[in-house]
């Protein structure tokens, strides 16, 4: 038999959160507000729709209404430290679920004058098996839609931006880090701009996936104790509150027993860190020396780049953005394992997925804003130093093939490598083509424009 633990006479959580908090003290850190948020949302939705259908459940009208009302109040961010639960507990949630369940009985009984259980009234027509996946579903994809495409747009229009502000600026094209035909810093620009409207492009169709609730199913999807009219009329009311493709699913064993759409997103979460890490390393390349580097860019100087190097300037967003891609990398690998064990009608390994998934959101979000305004924004092109590049680099020569042919152009490319000179400069020595000739073939301006 267990032993049920005193609660606190000061805190409105109940036995099970009590048994909860002294079960796992693993990590310290409570579950994401966001997904106790969401999960108030639901709990709101669930008591209006049971003191609707009050003659098949046994929560009356009112006492639906003042359900609601608390859920509702939490859900915009009252009594959050009454959610003190770890965030490893038990695998379905229901720690969770059953801390929500006490604290709304707790404060609608004040208020109802008669008693409201967590279980038979606040729990009404719901399993910590269809409420938890659901509330996660809900709280990442808000996340996603509220927070992290918003500062992604940002992103792409500063990009934008400075691909136009960059577009006459000719550098060194570099493929396997070596020199490549001559494009524009614009041209680069835009191209990051393009990766990301990608990213936000793949977030945005997953979504209506996330979406898709489970709710109604209860134990194991048979959607045993719940009205018929319940879930569509919860999912209904939780859509119009949170302005999400919010729907029920007629399939909810499928949707209790795995969570495909979580590790979907958390996917797109990955590819979205992988193109950051892309963009962020090219720009610190590119800002590298001043002296020893190649110093094409400039970014602005945030810091002291050195506790002892005075006057280094480090490219300090650049370093913290990859490494919030580290974090998300492993983030998915740890949703990937998790989203593969589910058995048979249930994940257990829910509370794992909300803590990484809306870890990953969380990071991209901050580290993309301030990426933006405080490093890309301020991007200052070194024109001369890019053009010079171009123009010194033996790639140009490829302009020159199909006047020259390959194999002598290639004679030409390790002639002024051997002498320290410039290909244009053997070429004219050999009478091979005129300086006139020359100088329309080699005009890096042109080479670097789109054809």
Same mark, same amino acid.
């Given at each position: 038999m267990v032993e049920i633990e005193q609660t606190p006479a000061e805190v409105a959580w109940g036995a099970q959160t009590q048994l909860a908090i002294t079960n796992f003290p693993i990590s310290g850190r409570p579950v994401d507000p966001r997904l106790i948020r969401a999960l108030a949302r639901i709990k709101a939705a669930a008591g209006t729709v049971n003191g609707a259908l009050a003659e098949v459940t046994v929560v009356d009208a009112a006492m639906g209404r003042v359900i609601a009302e608390v859920a509702n109040e939490i859900a915009h961010g009252a009594y959050l430290d009454q959610f003190p639960v770890d965030v490893f507990q038990t695998g379905s949630g229901t720690s969770t679920n059953?801390?929500?369940?006490?604290?709304?009985?707790?404060f609608a009984s004040q208020r109802l004058g008669r008693a409201v259980h967590p279980n038979d009234h606040v729990n009404a027509s719901q399993s910590s098996n269809d409420v938890i996946p659901s509330a996660i579903r809900i709280a990442a994809a808000g996340g996603v839609v509220d927070e992290l495409v918003p500062v992604l747009e940002r992103l792409t229009r500063v990009l934008r931006r400075k691909s136009r502000e960059f577009a006459t600026v000719v550098k060194a094209g570099r493929t396997h880090l070596m020199d490549a035909t001559p494009i524009t810093l614009?041209?680069?620009?835009?191209?990051?701009?393009?990766?990301?409207?990608?990213?936000?492009?793949?977030?945005?169709?997953?979504?209506?996936?996330?979406?898709?609730?489970?709710?109604?199913?209860?134990?194991?999807?048979?959607?045993?104790?719940?009205?018929?009219?319940?879930?569509?009329?919860?999912v209904r009311r939780l859509a119009n509150s949170t302005s999400l493709p919010l729907r029920a699913v007629r399939d909810r064993v499928a949707r209790q027993a795995a969570q495909d759409e979580l590790v979907e997103l958390s996917s797109h979460l990955r590819t979205l860190a992988m193109s950051l890490v892309k963009i962020a390393n090219?720009?610190?390349?590119?800002?590298?020396?001043?002296?020893?580097?190649?110093?094409?860019?400039?970014?602005?100087?945030?810091?002291?780049?050195?506790?002892?190097?005075?006057?280094?300037?480090?490219?300090? /967003?650049?370093?913290?953005?990859?490494?919030?891609?580290?974090?998300?990398?492993?983030?998915?690998?740890?949703v990937a394992f998790a989203g593969s064990q589910g058995s048979f009608e249930l994940n257990t390994y829910l509370p794992v997925i909300a803590h990484n998934v809306l870890e990953s959101i969380t990071l991209l979000t901050n580290?993309?804003?301030?990426?933006?305004?405080?490093?890309?924004?301020?991007?200052?092109?070194?024109?001369?130093?890019?053009?010079?590049?171009?123009?010194?680099?033996?790639?140009?020569?490829?302009?020159?093939?199909?006047?020259?042919?390959?194999?002598?152009?290639?004679?030409?490319?390790?002639?002024?490598?051997?002498?320290?000179?410039?290909?244009?400069?053997?070429?004219?020595?050999?009478?091979?083509?005129?300086?006139?000739?020359?100088?329309? /073939?080699?005009?890096?301006?042109?080479?670097?424009?789109p054809q």
């Open positions: 059953m801390n929500m369940n006490e604290v709304v009985a707790t614009g041209a680069e620009f835009g191209a990051y701009a393009t990766q990301i409207e990608l990213n936000i492009e793949r977030l945005r169709e997953c979504i209506p996936r996330v979406c898709m609730l489970p709710l109604g199913g209860t134990a194991v999807g048979t959607g045993i104790n719940a009205p018929r009219q319940f879930a569509p009329r919860v090219d720009v610190r390349w590119m800002a590298s020396g001043p002296h020893s580097g190649l110093d094409e860019i400039a970014l602005p100087a945030l810091q002291a780049g050195s506790s002892i190097m005075p006057g280094k300037v480090n490219p300090v /967003l650049c370093e913290v953005v990859t490494q919030v891609a580290v974090q998300v990398f492993g983030n998915d690998a740890s580290a993309t804003r301030e990426f933006t305004e405080r490093c890309v924004s301020g991007i200052v092109a070194h024109e001369e130093v890019c053009r010079d590049y171009a123009e010194r680099s033996p790639a140009i020569a490829a302009a020159l093939n199909e006047r020259l042919g390959y194999d002598r152009v290639a004679e030409a490319v390790h002639e002024a490598e051997r002498h320290g000179v410039t290909v244009r400069e053997i070429v004219r020595e050999r009478g091979w083509l005129s300086a006139r000739e020359l100088d329309a /073939l080699l005009d890096v301006q042109r080479l670097a424009s």
